[in-house]
């Protein structure tokens, strides 16, 4: 079975329902936390997909210069090698923003302040030639949970969803790795505990329970359009969706 590597930056974002909806799609996960000490490899060689999940910390350096999570230079060489490889990729929320850090985009604590929770975001023209966007409706709900904000795409991104104070929702590097500023992945309870303890929504002044259930609401609808989202993903990093094609220069390794 093709092996889709999944990074996982904080035990507070597990894929969660992402992760089975591309289990379904094929793939099998082999999940690494560098949190908790799993070291990252130092190529793709084996993985047909590399997926790399969210957390609190920042994209960029500290005030001390040092940088936000002692694994993200590695991880940002691991994103480099994606793109440059064609290895199915898609980063999620801090996933996406590193994914334009490590191609020179610059990533900032947002201006507009912190997103918070159900959103809607719209899907720009280049979206419609898209192997993974053209079949998501115009204005898809998402989930969102960020205080920092891509400012300024790499080079060669491809702007493919924005919103009016974010406008870097969702970008493609290459042909095969996709950036997604919201959240796909989380279920309820996850919201939950995100916002047991959420200094954004105090920032906000939300309350916390409302914001939950806001997200309740929608998770039907996140369903109905980023799980076949993640189906699609999963097909392109097999090789099976039309246009694409897989890695053939390494072998597949089970996990």
């Known amino acids: 079975m093709a092996t889709a590597l999944v990074i996982e930056n904080d035990p507070t974002d597990d894929p969660r329902r992402l992760g089975e909806w591309l289990i379904e799609?094929?793939?099998?996960?082999?999940?690494?936390?560098?949190?908790?000490g799993d070291e990252l490899p130092a190529d793709l060689d084996g993985f047909a997909a590399l997926v790399v999940l969210g957390g609190p910390q920042p994209p960029y350096p500290?005030?001390?210069?040092?940088?936000?999570?002692?694994?993200?230079?590695?991880?940002?060489?691991?994103?480099?090698?994606?793109?440059?490889?064609?290895?199915?990729?898609?980063?999620?929320?801090?996933?996406?923003?590193?994914?334009?850090?490590?191609?020179?985009?610059?990533?900032?604590?947002?201006?507009?302040?912190?997103?918070?929770?159900?959103?809607?975001?719209?899907?720009?023209?280049?979206?419609?030639?898209?192997?993974?966007?053209?079949?998501?409706?115009?204005?898809?709900?998402?989930?969102?949970?960020?205080?920092?904000?891509?400012?300024?795409?790499?080079?060669?991104?491809?702007?493919?969803?924005?919103?009016?104070?974010?406008?870097?929702?969702?970008?493609?590097?290459?042909?095969?790795?996709?950036?997604?500023?919201?959240?796909?992945?989380?279920?309820?309870a996850m919201i939950a505990d995100w916002a047991t303890d959420s200094r954004l929504c105090a920032e906000l002044g939300y309350d916390p329970e409302a914001v939950v259930a806001a997200c309740d609401a929608v998770m039907a609808d996140i369903e109905e359009v980023w799980h076949p989202f993640a189906i699609r993903f999963a097909a392109l990093a097999r090789g099976e969706l039309a246009g694409a094609q897989p890695r053939r220069d390494l072998p597949l390794l089970g996990h």
């Not at 799609?25 to 908790?36: E, M, S, T, V």
């Open 25 to 36: 799609g094929g793939l099998d996960l082999h999940i690494l936390r560098p949190y908790a």
């Open 62 to 188: 500290l005030p001390d210069g040092s940088p936000g999570a002692p694994w993200f230079p590695a991880l940002e060489g691991l994103l480099r090698k994606a793109v440059r490889y064609r290895v199915a990729t898609l980063g999620i929320c801090l996933g996406a923003q590193l994914l334009a850090t490590a191609h020179a985009g610059l990533v900032e604590r947002s201006p507009s302040g912190p997103e918070v929770g159900p959103a809607l975001v719209g899907k720009r023209d280049a979206a419609d030639d898209d192997p993974l966007f053209k079949w998501v409706p115009l204005i898809p709900d998402v989930l969102q949970w960020h205080a920092d904000e891509i400012t300024e795409l790499p080079r060669d991104a491809v702007l493919l969803a924005a919103s009016t104070r974010y406008p870097h929702q969702a970008f493609r590097m290459g042909d095969r790795a996709w950036g997604l500023q919201f959240h796909i992945e989380p279920d309820t």
